[in-house]
């Protein structure tokens, strides 16, 4: 088990290099001058001349990724240009509210999708198996940006008992509640269905047939035995959701006002601030390598022949 997970984190440290060197050259790709953005209307020739180079953006690139992530090995992600602050405050700052949105998000996806999937399999072709569907299909289709914004219109307006922007400096736990049921609906679908394929392929085969022979409970044989060998297909979409609930975070932490690392990253784009962005950039990589990671470790715990 020790030397597959070692395996399996070597494996990830050649990813997490090309992912940050092909990330730092797409940053410097973006048109513009970060220099000129910081200057704004003061912009002078000589003085951005200097800042160039006190930042070394007048080095090659090759020279700058070298630097950039010497520095960041050691927990250094340099300063941001435009808010003058350290990037590792401002993320000790805001990745709280970030941390809980995605776990927010998992948990709402997970309770609703497992058990609808799951009465959905063993319901099949009945009325609540066609809601969920449907249901399912809608979920899946509506972008994440357009839930939030129902949610905001629909409960947070009309009854006032959530808040329409601010974080759980302001407003606790409270302000996470929309956001998180917004970003775990379309994972909820998602879970949902890949729920129900996995349990109807299981429970066509002989052994829960020699299961209910045998005079089991039709629940010890659905969530003893199809369950367990049904749940790792679900354990797949779960993590590469947790990835991808990154991307949904931006837009989710965007209409909802909330101060967390995608609202950041989206703010630091537009400023071209480099080191906010490439930051943000090698940490969305980590977290997407190392939520496959520990979907490889689930996957050994579950069915521990998958290591062989």
Not at 18 to 43: E, R, T, W
Not at 219 to 229: A, E, G, Q
Request: hydrophobic fraction near 50%.
């Amino acid at each position: 088990m020790i030397g597959y997970i070692f395996k399996r984190c070597l494996f990830a440290v050649p990813v997490i290099v090309v992912s940050s060197i092909l990330a730092f050259m797409f940053i410097h790709a973006i048109p513009g001058d970060p220099v000129k953005v910081m200057l704004g209307n003061n912009y002078d020739p000589q003085l951005a001349t200097h800042i160039r180079h006190n930042l070394h953006l007048d080095e090659s690139l090759i020279s700058q990724y070298l630097k950039w992530m010497g520095n960041a090995i050691r927990g250094d992600f340099g300063r941001s240009y435009v808010m003058q602050s350290n990037v590792s405050e401002l993320f000790v700052e805001r990745a709280p509210t970030t941390i809980l949105l995605a776990i927010g998000s998992i948990l709402v996806g997970m309770l609703i999708g497992i058990p609808a999937g799951i009465i959905s399999a063993t319901k099949k072709d009945t009325l609540f198996d066609t809601l969920s569907r449907v249901i399912s299909m809608i979920g899946v289709s509506m972008p994440v940006f357009w839930i939030g914004l129902l949610m905001l219109i629909w409960i947070a307006l009309k009854t006032g008992i959530f808040p329409t922007s601010g974080g759980i400096g302001e407003y606790g736990l409270k302000s996470m509640v929309l956001p998180s049921v917004s970003l775990g609906i379309t994972m909820s679908a998602i879970i949902m269905r890949i729920t129900r394929s996995s349990m109807l392929e299981e429970l066509r085969l002989d052994y829960v047939q020699t299961a209910r022979a045998k005079g089991l409970h039709e629940n010890v044989v659905i969530y003893k035995h199809v369950l367990k060998n049904a749940i790792s297909p679900v354990i797949t979409i779960i993590g590469i959701q947790l990835g991808y609930l990154l991307g949904g975070a931006v837009l989710t932490e965007t209409v909802f006002n909330l101060p967390g690392l995608g609202r950041l990253f989206v703010n630091a784009l537009h400023s071209l601030d480099y080191p906010v962005v490439q930051a943000c950039f090698l940490l969305f990589v980590v977290i997407f390598v190392f939520a496959n990671l520990l979907v490889d470790i689930c996957y050994v715990i579950v069915d521990p022949r998958i290591k062989l």
